[in-house]
């Protein structure tokens, strides 16, 4: 296993040992042995945990991660390391950035990651200046990320060597300044050899099983934004003949390419749903093939390369878990751009993420805009 300096060097020259590091830690196995290498590499590491839970948390949620209970094991964790440990009160700007954004999304007929936008707005933005106010060189975190320099001496952020934990589609809307300061000592590992490291140190983390759910959803995100986000009850139309097919309580509720649990008069029918009219507050369903796209658009973009040096042909993933495919880019500037994928693609759905590479490497990415659809009269 190489060293974090044996990986990568800093813009401005040698990644020095000794360095001084804030060292995000969640409470996780991951973000643990990240302090644990830092410091054992010469590193003067900081550890310090993001406080996003209110003061009335509610049952059910930051439970796993971001936790009172995780809080307290980071602490634990960073005792067993021999670093000292700070918990940064964020729950003003997580509630700004995070909660609010979430339901307003919904609320507009979209279906938004609420991952993307804390790691996009808290970690990589207001995490790295806290820590240059600190007096810290870097930030470190547990993501399963790669951070390269290139000939140029350009910081460049790479796919994890584990492609079951690969975290770079989270991360495509870091603002390409702080690239140089963010380090991520794990991404060359599998998640295995992270639970090995962690076991041979002792670590309390070291078995602690992932969090999968959203941190501040109680239950399902269907009845956590039925809380916030009135019921309006509508029609659900079938997109090529305009007839009434069924009804609904709230455009809210439904997201592109779903069918299941859309009580259709019709049960019988298999009928997705291809479009959200806010305005109407009509749900569209069709047929599988009226719900593949050919191209997006993408707004609020991100590029993390020069954007004269954007490809013009290049790989697109439209959600956390499916396989990047070949796209075109037909624009591309500083308000979006616009893609023609080589296959359509089912399901593109409005507010996720697009997220551009070259093979591993991180161009950059934007947020999916809303489709245009030719309706029925």
């Known amino acids: ?27 996780g196995v991951d973000s643990s042995v990240s302090a644990a290498l830092l410091k054992e590499q010469g590193f003067s590491v900081i550890g310090a945990m993001m406080r996003f839970w209110p003061d009335d948390k509610r049952r059910d949620t930051f439970d796993t991660c971001c936790s009172p209970d995780a809080a307290y094991e980071a602490r634990r964790v960073a005792e067993q390391v021999g670093v000292p440990f700070y918990l940064l009160d964020y729950r003003e700007q997580f509630q700004r950035h995070i909660v609010g954004p979430f339901l307003e999304e919904y609320a507009a007929g979209r279906t938004p990651n609420p991952c993307v936008n804390c790691n996009t707005k808290v970690k990589f933005d207001e995490l790295v200046k806290k820590a240059k106010l600190l007096g810290c060189d870097y930030v470190a975190t547990g993501h399963y990320v790669k951070r390269v320099v290139e000939d140029g001496g350009e910081v460049a952020f790479h796919r994890g060597d584990d492609p079951r934990k690969d975290q770079t589609y989270f991360l495509w809307g870091t603002p390409r300044d702080a690239l140089p300061y963010i380090l991520f000592p794990v991404g060359e590992l599998e998640k295995p050899q992270v639970r090995e490291l962690a076991e041979e140190r002792g670590l309390l983390t070291a078995k602690k099983p992932e969090s999968q759910n959203i941190c501040f959803v109680p239950g399902t995100v269907k009845e956590f934004v039925a809380e916030y986000v009135p019921q309006k009850p509508g029609q659900m139309r079938d997109i090529r003949t305009g007839e009434v097919v069924g009804e609904h309580l709230g455009t809210q509720f439904y997201t592109l390419g779903q069918k299941k649990g859309l009580g259709l008069f019709q049960s019988h029918l298999v009928r997705h749903v291809v479009h959200l009219d806010v305005a109407s507050n009509t749900v569209w369903v069709g047929e599988y093939e009226d719900c593949l796209w050919r191209t997006l658009q993408a707004q609020r973009p991100n590029y993390l390369i020069d954007l004269a040096d954007l490809p013009t042909e290049l790989d697109v993933q439209v ?56 309706l029925p009269a």
């Open 1 to 27: 296993m190489t060293t974090v300096a044996e990986q990568t060097t800093r813009a401005s020259g040698s990644l020095k040992s000794g360095g001084r590091v804030l060292c995000a830690m969640s409470g």
């Open 319 to 374: 959600r956390y878990r499916s396989t990047p495919v070949r796209a075109r880019v037909l624009r591309a500037d500083e308000h979006g751009f616009e893609l023609e994928f080589a296959e359509p693609q089912f399901a593109v759905a409005p507010g996720q993420s697009a997220v551009l590479y070259a093979g591993p490497k991180l161009l950059g990415g934007g947020l999916i805009a809303d489709h245009e659809r030719s």
